[in-house]
Each structure stands twice: as C-alpha cells, then as structure tokens.
C-alpha cells in the first residue's frame, strides 16, 4: 500500500499580533491520496492558503504552527526543522503560486531559474539539467522551449510565466504538487489553458494535488475530492459529484447558488462577514449568517461528522430541506 | 470604531472638540511613545520660548577668573573658555536651535507643497520644468547657497535658516512629486474628477490631506538636519553672531578642548541628540494618529 | 424606437509614448445604449475595455470618434464645458480599497459629487448622505464612518451611492464586484439592477466575467484588442455565441457542476495575445483563431448583423443566416477522464 502523498491531522495555526491573537485555522485534517487532487474551497479569510503554506513550514515566523502530524509520502515533516524542509520543499513537493511574477526572480533568465532547481535536488551534469529543463518546459506546453528558457520573466506573458513555474513545480518529480489559486490572476482563456496542461500533467504522471480555490468552476473541473473551509475550519467534505449535487452545509448551498448561472434568476447574496476568532472556536462560526441557525448553533461549535457514504459535514442542521429562501435580499448591515 | 475610552470625550461632548478630534487626542495621549516624544519635545519648545526667564546668566556675561571651570554649585555645567556659564548658554541655545529647526522646516515644505503637487499631478511641462530647476538646485552646494545670502543680505539667524530650508526643497519636492504621483493613480481621485470637483479641490482635498504623513516624516527628518547646519553655518560666522549661543557653535568650538574640559562637548552634544530623538518620537507618533486606520488599533 | 442615451462612434484611443511604440488601446469601437439598458463590455486583459469606461467618463479624451450623450458629443469638449454635463455620468471602479479616499467620512464621500455641482446645500450635506445611505440599504448612521472601518462589499455600496447621486443619465461600472468575494458579488449585482429599475439611467458594465454580463446586462458587446467582434441581446450572445473568440470565452469558463463540466469539450486558443502596440492587420482574433484563414489577414471583417434579430458579428465566416461556425475544441478527449 502505498502511503498518502499528503496527511495533515489537527493543524492549528495562529497569528500573534501587538495585542491581539487570531486563530486563522482551527484543527484542519485532510489528506491527499497518491494521483489524487484535492480541492480546499473558501472564500478570502477562510485559512485555506495558511493550510496549504503549514504544511512545508513556509509561513512567517509570526505564525504558530501546531499539528498532530504532518507526513508527506509517510514521512513525518512536523515538528518542523529546517533540514528536512529544505530537503521535501521543490523535491517531493511542488508549489504554484497565484501570482508568477512575484514568485519568479526577475533578473534572472527563466531556464537558470529552473536549473537552480534541479541542481539543489538532483544529481545530473549539466548536460542532463538542461535536457531536462527543456523536457519540461516542453511538458507544460510552452513553445519554443529553448528560446523561452533564455528569456526573463518580464519578457513573457502571464500564462507562460504560470507554466514556467508549474514546469519549476514537478521539475524534481515530486509526490505532490499545491497549487494556490494557480489560475486566478489569469484570464479565463488563458485559464483553460493551464487547466488543460494540469490534467495532462495528472493522466501522465499520477500526480497528486492539493488545489486552493475559490472558483467553484475551476473545483469542479479538477478535483476529485473538496474541502470547503469556513472562518478556518473544515465545514464539508465529499466527492466532487457528491459536493455539487447534494451540498449539506448552508455555506456550501450558498456558495453554489451566489455564482451566475444561467438557471437562476437574481444573483443570490449571503449577508454579513465572515469573523474571526482569537482562539478555538465554541460556536458555529457561520450562525450569524445562516438561514437555520438555532440556539444549539450559537452555544456550541459543530465538529465533522458523517452525512453520507463518504460525505462529511460540520453542521447541526445539514441537508437539503430549507427552512428559509436563501434568495430573499436582506438589508446590508453594518 | 469605538475602541477603548476616551478620555477627552468630554471635550466633545460640550463641543469643544469634534468628536473624531477627541479620539485621536485620546489615541495618541495612550501611546507610550507619544508621550515621551511629545513631553520632550514641548520641553524643548518651551525652554526655546522662556530661554531668557530660565537662564541664570546672560549670554554674554563672563568672568575671567572662572574659566574652563568643572560643573559647580555656581556653574552647574561648567564654564568655557570665556568664563561663560555653560547652562545659561544652553538654555539660551535651544531658542536658535529649535528656531533654524522649526523654522527651516517650514521655509522648505510651504515651498516644496505647491511645486511638488503641481509637478506630480498636472505633470507634463510643468513637471520637466519643476524637475529640472530641482536638478540645478541639487547640484548647487549648500555652503555657497549659504555665502550668497550671507553676502547679500548680511549674516544672521533668519538669513541662515531660509538658506537651510532652502537648500532642503529639492528633496523635499522629489518626494512629494513621487507620493503625488502615487496618490493620482487611486480610483477616489479618478471618482473625484468624474464628478467633476474642480482641480484645485482636488489637490486639497484628496492629494493633501493623503500628503500628511509622508510630510511629518519629512520633517522630522529635516529638523535635526537643520540643527546641525545651522551650527555648521554659526560656526563659520553666516549664521548667528556671538554672543548668541547655538549648540552647534558650543560644540564646534568646544572640540579642540576635549581632553581638558569635556563637560563642554557633552552638554550641547546630548542636547543636540535628545532633541533629534524627541522630533523622531513625536513624527512617529502623530503620524500614527492622523492616519485614520490606526484609530483604535495600537 | 427608443432614442439612445449614449451614441458611441468610431471611438479611437491610443496612447503615445515618446521613444516608445504607440499602444493602440481602441481602435474604432461603436455601440449604442438607450434608456434605462445595461449593455456589458466584455474582454479580457489588453482588450481595452477599461480604455473605453475612462473615454465614455471622459478621464480620457479619445483620440477620435465622437461619444453623444443625449445628442451631445462629450468626445472632444474641454474640462471646462464639460464641467456641467458632469451630473449627467459618473463612474464605480474595481478597487474597493482605493475607490473611496481614506481620509474621509462616508458621509463627505458620498455628497462630494451634489456639492461640487451645486445641487445640494452644506447644511443640507448630512440629509443628503442619509437619504443615500438608506437608497443603497445601509444604515444611515454610517455617514460618520471612515471607509476603512467598512468591508469591500459595503465600500462598493458607497461607491455606487456616490454615483448615483446626481441622477446621472450614464453609469459606467469598471469590475464593480471582480474584487469581491463571490458571496458579496450578487449583493452589488442586484443592487445595481434595483437601482436601475429605479432611476432607468443607462449603464456600461465592463467585466470580464462572460457569465456575470449575461445576468445583470440586456446586451453584450464583447471586445478583443481594441475592437468590438460582437454585440447583442445578452442571452443571444451567450447562448449562442458567433465569434471564435465569443465561443472561446463561453466555452472557457468552468461550468460549477462536475458532471457537466467534464463532458464538455473546452476549446483552447493557440498562441499568446497580440500586443496592443502591434495589433495584427484586418481581424484582430486571426492569429489564435482556429479557423483563420488567408482572407482573416488581409480582409477586415465587419461588424453586422445577418438577420434583424441576431447579434452583430465581425467574422468572415458567420454564415448569411447567422449560423455560427463550428470550432473544432483543441483537446481531442474529454477534459477529465472520470
């Protein structure tokens, strides 16, 4: 059997201000199976980034990072120490950022970029990193490779720049690839590009992935399984079919039904904001915001639970029936 | 945002202050920081202003028999190579000093404003020609700048410190260009022209305002500055004339005296540095209090 | 029929850098908006849509063409003549955090526009701000408020309060909600229909968000490169969609159901987009066009409608009862294997 590509078992993590603390993840636990692709959703706040970020150790230092466990490919990454991490970060796991020109170096041309990568990890002459480069720049679909690896970011368009660092992501084959809003900065044509590239990239080499979004569009063309987060916590858990077509938490049913489609008639809204908390929460953090909310909401937090065959959620009052309209407009309050 | 109490909030509550007044007294009466520098600096502000009332001595009072005497019961810092006591001259020094300082200061941002605003926003001629004058201005060295005004309209404090004020506009107009620039391109300025608020209101209301810290930094970079040239200017006779003591004088003609009377090096010196340290402190914390964001949060 | 509140013809701009190439931002751009209609700009990055909100706003003056509102042309007048005209339009922009000024309260935000036009009194500035308040359903009292003390979905409510203040005859709306989290997005979305119903000013909404246009505007005009390729009824120009380039959008955005997403065939474009300093002769779209050919180089397409009812299209290949031509899509298998 072979071991998960990702396990993370109670992360906690926390910001300690000048005065105040804030909990931006409270008790998160997933896992990404070998050749799978799971999708964490939520909206801004919510924690998915630092989730993702925590698990390499790659948050600042003002960040508390606990965990039960932290294993990638079975081997234990937590507690952090800089070895190990330098050793897993770029080799067995690889990151795509949002945003490809501030994560590429600008004064330096984009295949040294590259090498700079295979040569911390890997053994090879130079002969052999360069093939390799060129293989994979290749791979990510950008034409000319040996041209383009002679050129310097600022020289290439944004969706070259996002598949140059997807090639510097799995450059050193690794188990798993986190991608954090890889196509947001990207036009949607462009988009369907990329995505496009990232299903090749799954169906020929079996790579896992752990895919940060808010895009319910992009969830649903690559995950196979999703995480929806909410004020730091998993609230519902499920194949992506099983997601789409059945949604238990009232977030999750509101998220689905805030998006433009042709179907609905008025675009839907969810009143309110999302909050934030110092410490562990002790009730449901979406109550304020929910159409169901009962006292039992509001004096205790709900913890993931079964709903279905392979479909958990995290709220008191999960399920289809709706006790009132999500769609009636409400007044914005301040 | 409500945070906290607010001690002055009795203030506007019988009108005397705004309400959004009050709170940023309450703010930055809370604020260790603001305290010092502003205790400090009022200090110094004041000893500037009563420097004749706190001075036991005048400034040109001198007794031959004393000369270079160690701190005393008479002379509490000590004397100078005159026989001058030291602490009335220190006293009497921080009303020049803070006066170049202050003053200078002035002299440079109520020039730099309207050439910097006008060169960031209207840009294009206007902007080349601004630029360009403040290239000249930046080549031209400061000690001559200094020697012309001297020479033409005669040595004195006020003369020195318009020369230092401006001899700082040209950096002072860079800046504020760069952050009008800056400001320009935010969508309220769009909004406002769309509206069509006239230019004018514009630069006040929207460009200026946003101006303000990037200003107070400003000055509480050039105060110190200032100090410092003007004691370089009193020292080779531009600035002020003896008897009139400045600490940069004190020091300037205490250095080849350090080994036999230190005390007349040590005084102006913590002088000079406390008051930096005290501008510092108190641009630091006003500029946390007008930036509306930090209301409320320390 | 209706007369247009807003008449645009022909609308140039470009932008000149001196020892830098001209960058061609519009290049001949018409289209026409009557009363109380929401007509949506639709493009994606380098398509000039943005260019064309700041002409209309006359933050830009256009190089050529002319822009009539209610019959007069806006499109070369200076600062000064334009001064009055200003209550007749205004603009909401992207950027919740820097469309509102920092330093000031909600309350002066919103009556700046009444003031500077003279339409209400100083002492009358605080009524003037709660009734706005109330019309974008807000709590009056937030006139005391700093912007930052609000959250991007209220700013963008003040934003559109501002806007509306004069009673404008044109509301330009430049990404109002791309900035927004998607569960706030619906709320400015309606907000702006409700308003419109109200008041039946006539709105641009540029976005680049295909799906959002077809909700919230009666027609779309979709722009590439500085050029419109096609415009018409929202639901015809999404349901339907004409241009290659129509269909690659609409065929590029992610479907949020998983089943149907997977089964559908995804056209992706060859190549990078043009630069705006060098746009490609006759169609702009020939260089990614899967399609393309001889003719797309050297003839210009023009932009009409086959039939009465259909969506104007600049394409050579858009046959002479409308029908659209079909795109092979790029990826020969299905986009997921599942």
Known sequence: MTAAALEVEGLVVRFRGRDRTLQVVDGVSLAVAQGEIVAVVGESGCGKTVTAMATVGLLPAAAEVRATAIRIGGRDVYPFDRATLQQVRGKDVGFVFQEPLSALNPSMRVGHQLREVTSRHLRLSRREEHRRMIEYLDFVGIPHPEQVARMYPHELSGGMRQRVLIAGAIICDPLLLIADEPTTALDVTIQAGILETLHELRRARQLSMLLVSHDLGVVADMADRVLVMYAGRIVEAASVEELFARPAHPYTRALLQAMPTRKSDRLVEIPGSVPSFEGPQTTCAFAPRCPRSTDRCTSHAPELGAFAAGHRVACFHPGPAEAADPRKARTELS | MQDGSNRFGLLSAVGILGERNSQMLSEFARSTQAQVGAILSLTFIAIAVFAPLLAPYAAHVSDFDEILQGPSAAYPLGTDELGRDQLSRLILATRVSMQAGVMATGVAIAIAIPLGLLAGYLGGWLDRAIMRLVDVALAFPFLVLAVLMAAVFGPSLWNATFAIGLSQVPYVVRILRAETLSIAQEEYVASARVSGVPTTTILRRHVLPNLMNTLIVQATIIIPSAIIAEAVLSFLGLGVQPPTPSWGVMLSSSQGLITEAPWLVWAPGLAIAAATISFNLLGDALRDVLDPKTVGRR | ?338
């Open chain 3, 1 to 338: 029929m209706k007369p247009m509140v807003v008449e645009v013809e022909a609308l140039t701009k470009s932008f000149h850098k001196p020892g830098l190439l001209t960058v061609q931002a519009v290049r001949g751009v018409s289209f026409s908006i009557a009363e109380g209609e929401i007509l949506g700009l639709v493009g994606e990055s380098g398509s000039g849509k943005s260019t064309v909100g700041r002409c209309l706003a006359r933050l830009l003056r256009p190089t050529s063409g002319t822009i009539r509102l209610d019959g007069v042309d806006i499109g070369q007048m200076s600062e000064r003549e334009l001064r009055p005209r200003r209550s007749a339009m205004n603009m909401v922009f992207q950027d919740p955090q820097s469309s509102l000024n920092p330093r000031m309260t909600v309350g002066a935000i919103l009556v700046e526009p009444l003031l500077a036009q003279g339409l209400v009194k100083r002492r009358e500035a605080i009524a003037a701000a709660q009734e706005l308040l109330e019309l974008v359903r807000m709590d009056p009292g937030i006139h005391v408020r700093y912007p930052h003390q609000l959250s991007g979905g209220q700013r963008q409510r003040i934003a559109l309060a501002r806007a509306i203040s004069t009673r404008p005859r044109l509301l330009i709306a430049d990404e109002p909600t791309s900035a927004l989290d998607v569960s706030v997005r619906g709320a400015i979305g309606n907000l702006i229909l409700d308003l419109r119903d109200q008041f039946s000013f006539s709105a641009l909404f540029i976005t680049h968000d295909i799906e959002l246009a077809a909700h919230l505007c009666d027609r779309i005009a979709v722009i590439y490169l500085g050029r419109i390729v096609e415009i018409g009824s929202a639901s015809e120009v999404v349901d339907n969609p004409r241009h290659p380039y129509t269909q690659a959008l609409v065929s590029a955005v992610p479907v949020p159901d998983p089943v149907e997403q997977r089964a559908r065939r995804r056209i992706v474009l060859s190549g990078v987009l043009p630069s705006p300093s060098r746009p490609p002769p006759a169609c702009p779209f020939h260089t990614r066009c899967p399609i393309a050919e001889e003719v797309c180089r050297t003839t210009d397409p023009e932009l009409f409608a086959r039939r009465e009812s259909q969506p104007a299209v600049a394409c050579h290949f858009v046959a002479e009862d409308g029908t659209p031509p079909r795109l092979v899509p790029a990826a020969a298998q299905a986009v997921s294997d599942h």
